[in-house]
């Protein structure tokens, strides 16, 4: 039996999280604006979040993580595009009050140091 939401872009998402999240903790991570984002610590509240709303912790990896649209989302996840957006709004809500009030997720992803790795999370933002 295939576990539950075990569509590729779930794993592509859950992977690029994780690497991202290794190479800031091993200070590969270069932020471009002054108000730089704490990902190990943004990884850490998204573990939380699963804890108590497991479809929005996924949510808002494929789509901060992982660069998905909601429509994407909504396939891989089999839920409707609006099941997506009131799951985002519920994990923004969350992760704001848990970040000390400020929205960790309106800070862009930084860049990567080392080799050009392409990602779709700026094309995603234009497609919403």
Same mark, same amino acid.
């Given at each position: 039996?295939?576990?539950?939401?075990?569509?590729?872009?779930?794993?592509?998402?859950?992977?690029?999280?994780?690497?991202?999240?290794?190479?800031?903790?091993?200070? !590969?991570?270069?932020? @471009?604006?002054?108000?730089?984002?704490?990902? &190990?610590?943004?990884? $850490?509240?998204?573990?939380? !979040?699963?804890?108590?709303? &497991?479809?929005?912790? !996924?949510?808002? $990896?494929?789509?901060?993580? =992982? =660069? /998905?649209?909601?429509?994407?989302?909504? $396939?891989?996840? /089999?839920?409707?595009?609006? $099941?997506? @957006?009131?799951? +985002?709004?519920?994990?923004?809500? +969350? !992760?704001?009050?848990?970040?000390?009030?400020?929205? &960790?997720?309106?800070? *862009?992803?930084?860049?990567? /140091? =080392?080799?050009?790795? &392409?990602?779709?999370?700026?094309?995603?933002?234009?497609? *919403?």
């Amino acid at each position: 039996m295939a576990e539950p939401y075990d569509h590729p872009l779930v794993k592509h998402a859950k992977i690029a999280r994780a690497v991202l999240v290794a190479r800031a903790r091993a200070g !590969l991570i270069q932020n @471009k604006q002054a108000n730089s984002m704490d990902l &190990p610590h943004l990884d $850490t509240l998204l573990t939380r !979040l699963a804890d108590v709303h &497991p479809r929005s912790a !996924l949510v808002v $990896t494929m789509r901060f993580f =992982g =660069g /998905n649209t909601d429509a994407e989302i909504a $396939t891989a996840l /089999n839920i409707a595009v609006r $099941t997506v @957006k009131r799951d +985002w709004h519920v994990a923004r809500a +969350w !992760l704001a009050s848990e970040y000390g009030g400020s929205d &960790p997720l309106g800070i *862009r992803v930084p860049v990567v /140091n =080392g080799p050009k790795n &392409p990602s779709s999370h700026a094309h995603a933002e234009q497609e *919403r």
